[in-house]
Nanobody, 120 residues
């Protein structure tokens, strides 16, 4: 079964930085898109940043210029560098990947989530 393991969350003061990592493993034939989503208490999950196999990236407006998504294809790992963090960035951040397994099936996979808390 495909696994996505996240790391790098934590508590940081406003204006600080954090870097999230997400490594995908097991039964992976190829990965198309990878991305980060977040969900704050009482809010719907939203897409933060995505990167596809060509390297093209997309960001939600509220993080443009502050967050950078990158990917190490050889390691099946996606990163999210978060700078100039704001209290409103506080949420559980989830890694997502659209993966084809060795069985030939394409589907979305999710990590377990990592808490990011930004204090004012």
């Amino acid at each position: 079964q495909v696994q996505l393991v996240e790391s790098g969350g934590g508590l940081v003061q406003a204006g600080g930085s954090l870097k999230l990592s997400c490594a995908a493993s097991k039964n992976i034939f190829t990965i198309n898109a990878m991305g980060w989503y977040r969900q704050a208490p009482g809010q719907q999950r939203e897409a933060v940043a995505t990167i596809i196999s060509t390297g093209s990236t997309n960001y939600t407006d509220s993080v443009k210029g502050r967050f950078t998504i990158s990917r190490d294809t050889a390691k099946n790992t996606v990163y999210l560098q978060m700078n100039s963090l704001k209290p409103e960035d506080t949420a559980v951040y989830y890694c997502n990947a659209y993966i084809r397994t060795w069985l030939g099936v394409w589907r979305d996979y999710w990590g377990q989530g990592t808490q990011v808390t930004v204090s004012s």
